[in-house]
């Protein structure tokens, strides 16, 4: 199993606040996809990146995929409280039928 | 378009005892999957369906997890007997196709007490 490892594991901040979120692993993806969780629900997908270097942006969400596709961050720009929830980063395993999950990072922005 | 449909939302039951959850994927989706998500981990693959035919079901406890999807629509996931560890949200989603965008359901928490 490919594992993805997310870092930080939890983050606290306020309303307005800049915050980057990391998705690390030792092993190559031809892609890495972004989700959102919120409590109760399940994931929904954000982004998906394809290309080493690539840079997406989705409003005040930035996604970078690294240069040599083992790496990937997210950038929120002046956080809201509806940005509040857990951000998972997935890859398709070496077999390619089976989606990997990192841990997520808790986010929580406070008005 | 109606989402990927979950029963029951929650479900609390002994251990030993047996459990089974429904998923109705989204209308026309071929591929249908079940995760299981531990609390504090991110969604963890137990078994993928292409229309009823198992793709994978390599991280499928065997012994005591079963699921199918007789008609290629409906699935269902159960769990017999259930232990403590299996104490989780379990996640159906569904796909157009494997490596298509992934729908998820809202799960269905199991507490095993």
């Known amino acids: 199993t490919q594992l993805l490892e997310q870092s930080p594991q939890f983050l606290s901040i306020q309303e307005g606040e800049n915050l980057t979120v990391y998705c690390n692993s030792s092993s190559v993806f031809s892609s890495l996809q972004w989700y959102r969780q919120e409590p109760g629900e399940g994931p929904v997908l954000l982004v998906t990146v394809v290309t080493g270097g690539e840079v997406k942006k989705l409003k005040r969400l930035t996604f970078q995929f690294g240069d040599a596709r083992k790496d990937s961050s997210l950038h929120i720009t002046a956080a809201q409280p509806g940005d509040t929830g857990l951000y998972l980063c997935?890859?398709?395993?070496?077999?390619?039928?089976?989606?990997?999950f990192g841990k997520g990072t808790s986010l929580l922005v406070t008005p | 378009e109606a989402g990927v449909a979950q029963s029951p939302r929650y479900k609390i039951i002994e251990k030993r005892q047996s459990v089974a959850f429904w998923c109705n994927p989204i209308s026309g989706h071929a591929t249908l999957y079940w995760y299981q998500q531990i609390l504090g981990q991110g969604p963890k693959l137990l078994i993928q369906f292409q229309n009823n035919g198992v793709v994978d079901d390599s991280q499928l406890p065997k012994d005591r997890f079963s699921a199918e999807r007789l008609k290629g629509v409906d699935s269902t996931l159960k769990i017999q007997p259930a232990k403590l560890e299996d104490s989780a949200v379990y996640l159906c989603?569904?796909?157009?196709?494997?490596?298509?965008?992934?729908?998820f359901g809202p799960g269905t928490r199991l507490t095993v007490l």
């Open positions: 989603a569904s796909s157009s196709r494997t490596y298509d965008t992934q729908y």
């Open positions: 997935a890859g398709w395993s070496n077999s390619g039928y089976a989606l990997n």
